[in-house]
């Protein structure tokens, strides 16, 4: 290591009830570096960041900024050392324009226009293009990210922390960020980063910090370190692909066609002629960046949003008008993306939550009286077959893990043997022995003659137990493509390719393709 | 440092204790409060908790009065759980316990001088269906046009005070009274009395309907798949709309079914302790069975209790404004600080209490 490090960590330990959250974590960031923090979800990266900027103070250990002692009691103090982070989740006001939004952040800020002024030449000077008087209800998830991006570069950052910024990003807007963060690193900006995608890592990091359940488990070089090796560190063992045999299809199951929903909020996405056709024993990927109207497509294919009776047709008989529980009487169950407080509710036991959705199907009530009896064996079973990790069924859904409560609510609509399937994000925020479980399980069922719907903003995954494709861009659907032979290229583009971007970068992009 | 820390799931032991130890702040705070006012405060605690029950002067009295008044605040706090506990706030039901003994005398003065022993039922029919219509008309609001429950219901409560006035003095005025403003008494008519059941128990039907009501709505929160809703409504709304409840439905019928029940308990009252309608024949039950229902935890047994409980500090702070000359107002605020304290101390069974040793960092 050459001259001190603009950031170094030494020991640090943080622990929270019942789980030690970092354990003697020590490492350090040169000045200029791109350095990634790699790790599992629970593995203790956001914990780590919250201490670098000052919203969290650790129990033990030191860090040091420039040799100096660096200790920030509130992120007010962290950013007047020069750190600056970008969140996983926004926070923005959607019911105000971009440069009131940035602001708002600010210790003193400028007047309106100098602001605009200042918005508009540090977001050309780092190709993110930001109109700074658009209200930010109007853009895309992509957007959003700049104007948190462009908020931080305001300051002058010497250290840039960034919490998963891709996930919500599409192909060709990940690599519009990496080109701004190389631009950022060339200027002698360090970058912390802080990802589980490591392809992402090896094509931008300098420096990989992998820490796994609280302990850092090694350091290396992303560029010459293979994704594999990186990925046994993370998990800490080989992780089995999902096993799967080809697919055989059958008849049209489920089919949506010209399926429109106006949003329920302003801010909301439309769902404009949506058309599905879902075969038995098939496994549909729908891709796309959040906010793109998963929500709204879900919610129209479970029952909350009554469309059209022929909009919807399951089994050729239609049920654009039948509620949640006349659709699952009839065989097709959901899953929605929010665990807690809407696939399940938090402060309900598991038992009352198996009865939430396993009711019909399972014949849980007699005129209207609950069999507590046969729903808590219901609930049992599930937690059993699904290896959810609690003390008992008797447990509130948010004492669990979000891993083991998506098992409990997968496992709880697969065991209601359903015809078809829709799942929204099934392994979002889960860990990565988990996410296999529930990929397997969603195989699985296909593999018995279920159609199943997996929309998922992870391209990896949808690749993984998809048998066809199509992406959910600004509430359209794309042309369904089957999975065999899709590349990232075509992907991101049926993903709407950048938003808003096309002018100046299309051609930059295929020079860099 | 103190820190607040979340707990996995609500602790059962606090759940069941903070009722009891807002009891006891609230005794210590109201004692406090006496002692500003130059009263003893052991004896005025000692009046508003222990002389109703046992001091051998007043407990004749004081005893069956217990039931009377816990009676209705028990009939209308179980049906406005129901609605707390799936997020409908019916703040009115001061107005539809208005409504109901309203319609219910309406019909009775009506048959006037009938004997028919249907009258009796008839009335308590129409006095559940008048708090129920009354109830009817922030949740169509609600349903319709968005408007907030909370408000329409508890500005109704004056627009029923407004018609009591006016039937008191106009359509319901006794014909016989000379002029004076009020009904007939009912609780002189055999066909429209309440009586009391067991004489010096203060038993009446409306205290046999409130405990019918607290065994009905345990069954339902307990056993029905509606409690459930309800439940899950208040809860997390998000997933009642995903587990297929209509929201709609469960406003208008929580709405309803409280606005009956307090309906029902107005009715009781006019026919019973009450006796007539007259221009100040409400005291305030509606309001206070807000109380009560929190205080109880929204739960059916603990409203039983808390309605019990309510009901003694009501005829303790008469008699300690009697005894000690405690003014009229440091009683309510007595009684308020009760539900100021449940709320204060119900922190502890979401939260613990953690005590930081560590200094600055």
């Known amino acids: 290591?050459?001259?001190?490090?603009?950031?170094?960590?030494?020991?640090?330990?943080?622990?929270?009830?019942?789980?030690?959250?970092?354990?003697?974590?020590?490492?350090?960031?040169?000045?200029?570096?791109?350095?990634?923090?790699?790790?599992?979800?629970?593995?203790?990266?956001?914990?780590?960041?919250?201490?670098?900027?000052?919203?969290?103070?650790?129990?033990?250990?030191?860090?040091?900024?420039?040799?100096?002692?660096?200790?920030?009691?509130?992120?007010?103090?962290?950013?007047?050392?020069?750190?600056?982070?970008?969140?996983?989740?926004?926070?923005?006001?959607?019911?105000?324009?971009?440069?009131?939004?940035?602001?708002?952040?600010?210790?003193?800020?400028?007047?309106?226009?100098?602001?605009?002024?200042?918005?508009?030449?540090?977001?050309?000077?780092?190709?993110?293009?930001?109109?700074?008087?658009?209200?930010?209800?109007?853009?895309?998830?992509?957007?959003?990210?700049?104007?948190?991006?462009?908020?931080?570069?305001?300051?002058?950052?010497?250290?840039?922390?960034?919490?998963?910024?891709?996930?919500?990003?599409?192909?060709?807007?990940?690599?519009?960020?990496?080109?701004?963060?190389?631009?950022?690193?060339?200027?002698?900006?360090?970058?912390?980063?802080?990802?589980?995608?490591?392809?992402?890592?090896?094509?931008?990091?300098?420096?990989?910090?992998?820490?796994?359940?609280?302990?850092?488990?090694?350091?290396?070089?992303?560029?010459?370190?293979?994704?594999?090796?990186?990925?046994?560190?993370?998990?800490?063992?080989?992780?089995?692909?999902?096993?799967?045999?080809?697919?055989?299809?059958?008849?049209?199951?489920?089919?949506?066609?010209?399926?429109?929903?106006?949003?329920?909020?302003?801010?909301?996405?439309?769902?404009?002629?949506?058309?599905?056709?879902?075969?038995?024993?098939?496994?549909?990927?729908?891709?796309?960046?959040?906010?793109?109207?998963?929500?709204?497509?879900?919610?129209?294919?479970?029952?909350?949003?009554?469309?059209?009776?022929?909009?919807?047709?399951?089994?050729?008989?239609?049920?654009?008008?039948?509620?949640?529980?006349?659709?699952?009487?009839?065989?097709?169950?959901?899953?929605?993306?929010?665990?807690?407080?809407?696939?399940?509710?938090?402060?309900?036991?598991?038992?009352?939550?198996?009865?939430?959705?396993?009711?019909?199907?399972?014949?849980?009530?007699?005129?209207?009286?609950?069999?507590?009896?046969?729903?808590?064996?219901?609930?049992?079973?599930?937690?059993?077959?699904?290896?959810v990790r609690t003390p008992g069924p008797d447990n509130a859904a948010r004492a669990l893990s979000g891993g083991n409560l998506q098992k409990f609510v997968i496992g709880r609509e697969i065991m209601q043997d359903p015809k078809v399937l829709v799942v929204n994000q099934p392994t979002w925020g889960v860990d990565a022995s988990a996410a296999a479980a529930i990929r397997q399980a969603i195989l699985d069922l296909a593999q018995n003659g279920a159609g199943v719907i997996v929309i998922s903003q992870d391209l990896d995954e949808l690749l993984e137990v998809a048998d066809s494709f199509t992406a959910l861009n600004e509430g359209r659907l794309s042309n369904v493509r089957a999975t065999g032979g899709l590349t990232m290229e075509t992907i991101g583009l049926m993903l709407g390719g950048a938003h808003d971007m096309h002018e100046p970068d299309k051609e930059a992009l295929h020079a860099e393709a | 440092m103190l820190r607040l820390e979340k707990r996995p799931a609500p602790s059962r032991g606090w759940t069941m204790a903070t009722p009891v130890l807002a009891v006891v702040l609230t005794m210590i705070a109201g004692g406090l409060m006496f002692a500003a006012l130059g009263k003893s405060p052991v004896e005025a605690i000692r009046i508003i908790f222990w002389d109703p029950l046992f001091n051998t002067q007043f407990a004749s009295y004081a005893r069956p009065q217990i039931l009377v008044k816990a009676g209705p605040l028990i009939l209308i706090a179980i049906g406005l759980s129901l609605g707390f506990r799936a997020g409908v706030w019916n703040i009115g039901a001061e107005g539809q316990y208005i409504m109901g003994a309203l319609a219910g005398a309406a019909f009775g003065l009506a048959l006037y001088p009938s004997e028919s022993p249907l009258i009796f039922p008839g009335m308590v029919i129409a006095g559940a269906l008048g708090g129920w219509a009354w109830a009817m008309i922030p949740a169509i609001l609600k349903t319709r046009f968005r408007t907030n429950e909370i408000l329409v219901s508890l500005l109704l409560v004056y627009v029923a005070e407004k018609l009591l006035a006016s039937a008191a003095t106009g359509l319901l005025r006794n014909p016989e009274g000379r002029g004076f403003p009020g009904s007939r008494q009912l609780n002189r008519l055999d066909a429209m009395d309440n009586p009391e059941l067991i004489a010096n128990t203060g038993m009446h039907w409306g205290v046999v309907t409130a405990f019918i009501a607290v065994i009905m709505a345990y069954v339902l929160l307990n056993k029905h798949l509606l409690g459930y809703q309800i439940k899950l409504a208040g809860q997390a709304p998000r997933a009642a709309r995903f587990a297929g409840v209509n929201p709609s439905r469960l406003i208008v019928l929580c709405l309803g079914t409280s606005g009956a029940l307090a309906g029902l308990a107005g009715l009781f009252e006019v026919t019973g302790p009450a006796g007539q309608i007259s221009i100040d024949f409400n005291v305030g039950y509606g309001f206070t069975a807000i109380i009560v229902a929190f205080l109880g935890r929204l739960h059916p047994i603990g409203i039983l209790l808390a309605g019990l409980l309510m009901a003694l500090t009501y005829i303790g702070g008469e008699l300690a404004q009697m005894m000690l000359q405690i003014p009229a107002p440091a009683i309510q605020a007595f009684q308020g600080m009760l539900l100021f304290f449940l709320l204060a101390v119900d922190v502890l069974s979401n939260y613990r209490i953690r005590i930081n040793t560590e200094g600055v960092a």
């Not at chain 1, 895309?140 to 010497?158: F, H, N, T, Y």
């Not at chain 1, 990186?230 to 089919?255: F, I, N, Q, T």
């Not at chain 1, 199907?361 to 507590?372: H, Q, T, Y």
Request: net charge negative; proline share 6%.
């Open chain 1, 1 to 387: 290591m050459s001259g001190p490090a603009l950031l170094s960590i030494d020991g640090i330990t943080k622990a929270y009830p019942g789980v030690v959250a970092n354990d003697d974590v020590s490492f350090a960031i040169q000045p200029g570096e791109v350095h990634a923090l790699l790790g599992e979800n629970g593995a203790g990266k956001s914990t780590l960041v919250k201490m670098i900027y000052g919203l969290v103070r650790p129990d033990s250990g030191s860090m040091a900024m420039n040799g100096a002692p660096y200790a920030p009691a509130e992120p007010r103090a962290a950013r007047a050392l020069g750190v600056a982070m970008v969140f996983q989740h926004f926070s923005l006001f959607e019911a105000l324009n971009v440069a009131e939004n940035i602001s708002l952040g600010m210790e003193n800020p400028p007047r309106q226009r100098d602001l605009a002024k200042r918005i508009t030449d540090v977001s050309e000077a780092y190709g993110l293009p930001l109109d700074p008087f658009r209200l930010v209800g109007d853009l895309s998830a992509g957007e959003r990210q700049r104007v948190e991006i462009v908020r931080c570069l305001l300051q002058d950052p010497k250290l840039l922390v960034m919490d998963e910024p891709t996930s919500v990003l599409t192909p060709q807007e990940v690599e519009i960020l990496f080109r701004t963060l190389r631009t950022l690193r060339d200027e002698g900006t360090s970058i912390l980063y802080i990802s589980h995608k490591l392809e992402e890592i090896r094509a931008l990091c300098d420096e990989a910090t992998i820490l796994r359940l609280g302990k850092v488990v090694g350091n290396c070089d992303p560029r010459e370190t293979s994704a594999a090796e990186m990925a046994e560190m993370m998990v800490g063992k080989s992780l089995a692909a999902p096993a799967r045999d080809s697919a055989e299809m059958g008849k049209v199951v489920l089919k949506v066609s010209g399926l429109s929903v106006d949003p329920a909020t302003p801010f909301g996405t439309p769902l404009r002629h949506i058309g599905i056709e879902l075969h038995a024993g098939e496994v549909l990927g729908i891709g796309g960046v959040a906010g793109n109207g998963q929500d709204e497509l879900l919610a129209a294919l479970s029952g909350e949003t009554p469309t059209a009776p022929g909009s919807v047709t399951l089994n050729h008989e239609p049920i654009g008008n039948m509620g949640p529980n006349a659709r699952r009487a009839l065989g097709l169950l959901c899953a929605p993306e929010e665990r807690l407080g809407h696939a399940a509710a938090p402060d309900m036991s598991l038992v009352e939550n198996a009865l939430l959705t396993a009711r019909m199907r399972k014949g849980l009530d007699r005129s209207g009286f609950i069999d507590w009896q046969a729903t808590r064996a219901f609930a049992t079973e599930v937690i059993e077959t699904y290896d």
